[in-house]
């Protein structure tokens, strides 16, 4: 059974940092592509952030150069280091893997087979 769970979210004024975990278990195939999403009231979710177990990584435009993702294969944990935190970053957080690699499709969540439960992220202006 794949879990994934994630933590560290909270609220933050602008300009403020979080970094968000997500343990993941059971997870079938290493090497498929993991990634963090967002979403809004009334909106889609969105992608952020992927990666690929090569080290590839994808990152939405509205988040590059604040934004990090990382895992550590180690720890079966995905990471998201979040900078320059900004109100419109206000969402719930959701990770989440796939069940081969996405590649060009890495931030569609569509794609997406499995996904944790999600933590909120505020920030204050």
């Known amino acids: 059974q794949v879990q994934l769970v994630e933590s560290g979210g909270g609220s933050v004024q602008s300009g403020g940092s979080l970094r968000l975990s997500c343990a993941t278990s059971?997870?079938?195939?290493?090497?498929?592509?993991k990634g963090w999403f967002r979403q809004t009231p009334g909106k889609e979710r969105e992608g952020v952030a992927a990666?690929?177990?090569?080290?590839?990584?994808s990152y939405a435009e509205s988040v590059k150069g604040r934004f990090t993702i990382s895992q550590d294969n180690t720890k079966n944990t995905l990471y998201l280091e979040m900078n320059s935190l900004k109100p419109e970053d206000t969402a719930i957080y959701y990770c989440?893997?796939?069940?081969?690699?996405?590649?060009?499709?890495?931030?569609?969540?569509?794609?997406?087979?499995?996904w944790g439960q999600g933590t909120q992220v505020t920030v204050s202006s």
């Open positions: 989440a893997a796939a069940a081969v690699r996405l590649r060009y499709y890495a931030l569609s969540p569509a794609f997406y087979k499995y």
């Open positions: 059971g997870y079938p195939n290493s090497r498929a592509s």
């Open positions: 990666t690929e177990n090569d080290g590839a990584v």
